[in-house]
């Protein structure tokens, strides 16, 4: 488990014992006989909170979905295949996107709504640094990131 994907679990965790909201996120281990459709699952008793996170760090100022994203044997597109899941779950979705500006530079991360995702997608259009803060910023704080609200 990467460090940006251990800080998205434990930063939704820390969100619902804060302001005491029944929930609670898990890793989807990736499984040889399994699809893993997105990286973490959110469940609640309230449905506000059923969600579906995918997440990608990256060392750039721009998310492109030909080098960031990956389509599956069959050639589906991943986020065509997130969006599929989400219409069939009735969850709702995010890209938790860190943005790692090297040694010494603080990093940035947001939760984008997958909407948001699929529109730049369909756009054929990455998503910079800029388009990113249009979303749920990650704050920082000495435990890791830090949701304010969602």
Not at 80 to 88: C, E, G, K, R, S
């Amino acid at each position: 488990m990467s460090d940006f994907e251990r800080e998205i679990v434990c930063c939704l965790n820390r969100f619902f014992k804060t302001h005491h909201i029944p929930g609670f996120a898990c890793r989807l281990k990736p499984n040889k006989t399994m699809i893993q459709h997105v990286d973490v699952l959110v469940d609640s008793p309230d449905p506000a909170y059923n969600l579906s996170i995918e997440y990608k760090s990256i060392i750039d100022r721009k998310l492109y979905f030909t080098q960031h994203f990956r389509a599956d044997r069959n050639n589906v597109h991943q986020v065509d295949a997130i969006a599929d899941f989400l219409d069939q779950s009735g969850r709702i979705g995010y890209l938790a996107l860190e943005f790692r500006q090297g040694p010494g530079k603080t990093s940035e991360a947001f939760l984008i709504p997958w909407e948001t995702v699929v529109g730049h997608f369909r756009a054929n259009k990455g998503i910079t640094i800029e388009d990113a803060r249009a979303g749920v910023a990650l704050s920082r704080s000495k435990d890791g990131y830090v949701l304010e609200n969602l």
